[in-house]
């Protein structure tokens, strides 16, 4: 077995220390080891907990990275609905005549006069079959059907 040679500033530690101080020395290590792992019981759902906070940091962290590429996307999508909106307003709402609004009142007002006209030429049909009948009486009554 190799003999030990310590550093000579070692060995003049060594020298200076006295039991007592050899005592409270170790005392002081094993109170630090206890206290050390007391407070290591107590910190460690603390520790645990800023441990989790800091990796739900860092996913908002990686969320904001793509913020700007989404508003990128909502700007875009928002503009093509806008004009599509235009689109839909245009068909939707009187102008001049070109819209579907306007095609639709104008047909509203085409089967009105239809329903006008139905009205007239059922009104002389009348006229007609009463003038018929007037003219050529019958024993039963309405010769209509």
């Known amino acids: 077995m190799p003999a030990l040679n310590p550093p000579p500033w070692l060995v003049e530690i060594l020298q200076s220390v006295n039991l007592w101080d ?15 792992w007391a407070f290591a019981r107590k910190a460690w759902p603390a520790l645990r907990a800023f441990a989790r906070a800091v990796l739900a940091l860092s996913q908002v ?12 996307r909502t700007d875009a999508t928002l503009a093509a609905q806008d004009a599509r909106i235009g689109e839909i307003h245009h068909e939707l709402h009187p102008n001049s005549g ?9 047909v509203e ?3 009105a006069g239809l329903y006008t006209a139905v009205d007239d030429l059922a009104a002389v049909d009348d006229r007609l079959w009463l003038e ?3 003219t050529h009486p019958t024993e039963g009554g309405n010769n209509r059907d």
């Open 61 to 72: 962290i990686e969320s904001l990275r793509g913020l700007p590429a989404f508003i990128a």
């Open 22 to 36: 050899a005592v409270l020395f170790v005392a002081g290590v094993i109170a630090a080891g206890v206290g050390s």
């Open 109 to 111: 007002e085409g089967v």
């Open 132 to 134: 018929l009948e007037n």
């Open 98 to 106: 070109t819209s579907m609004n306007d095609a639709l009142r104008r």
